[in-house]
């Protein structure tokens, strides 16, 4: 066990939970406190409000002189996520644009406000990109259909092993990404026929969350 490493992320989790954040929770999941499981839930009046998203946090010896390792379980139908469920925020890309001040606070908290502000200037998911600008309420019932219940509490049913869940989730989303598929098929084309800006790939640095813009985002 990283002594060090321990006793900062106790910290971060006790100022976590003295917090309170509306629609996020989070919890070690191994005794030395480097695995995580979290879920977060959309902004209060955004389209994504009510849909949650589980994730997973893993840190390193290295921490907190490196971004950990975050990963949505869920993975969303996001213009900054490409179907990979790493999302695409800056300081967790790039050591270079990481701070030391950065706690589990700072990430769930950008991971929220990325949800429920996509940045649509450099897009990693080109199809949920040109879906949100094209027709925002085509958008939205998709949301709706894919994710409005896709939290299930933990208790229900019996656990499986991980094996057998990760191969769970994995068939999970591929028959999301099939459903993506028929839906914009069967979306009228009529209706998404407008003259748009063109989107352009972004990099994995695609979306950046200044630490001072969280609070204000965030309500």
Not at 56 to 67: A, G, K, L, Q
Not at 88 to 113: G, H
Request: overall charge negative; charged content about 25%.
């Amino acid at each position: 066990m990283n002594r060090r490493v321990f006793l900062l992320l106790e910290k971060h989790f006790q100022e976590f939970r003295e917090n309170n954040y509306a629609g996020i929770t989070a919890f070690p999941t191994s005794e030395d406190m480097m695995e995580w499981e979290a879920e977060i839930e959309g902004l209060q009046d955004s389209m994504w409000q009510g849909l949650v998203f589980e994730l997973t946090i893993d840190f390193t010896p290295e921490y907190n002189f490196v971004p950990p390792v975050v990963k949505f379980r869920t993975i969303p139908f996001h213009p900054n996520d490409p179907y990979t469920g790493q999302p695409c925020i800056d300081f967790l890309d790039n050591p270079e644009k990481w701070n030391t001040s950065y706690t589990l606070s700072s990430i769930l908290l950008t991971l929220q406000v990325m949800l429920s502000n996509p940045g649509l200037e450099q897009p990693v998911n080109l199809e949920a990109a040109q879906m949100l600008i094209e027709d925002e309420s085509i958008y939205r019932t998709l949301l709706q259909r894919l994710f409005h219940k896709s939290c299930k509490s933990k208790d229900d049913g019996q656990e499986l092993p991980k094996d057998s869940q990760k191969l769970i989730r994995q068939g999970e989303t591929r028959t999301k990404r099939a459903f993506i598929h028929w839906f914009i098929s069967q979306t009228s084309t009529t209706a998404r026929t407008r003259t748009r800006p063109s989107l352009k790939p972004g990099a994995q640095n695609s979306i950046w969350v200044s630490h001072n813009g969280w609070q204000e985002l965030g309500t």
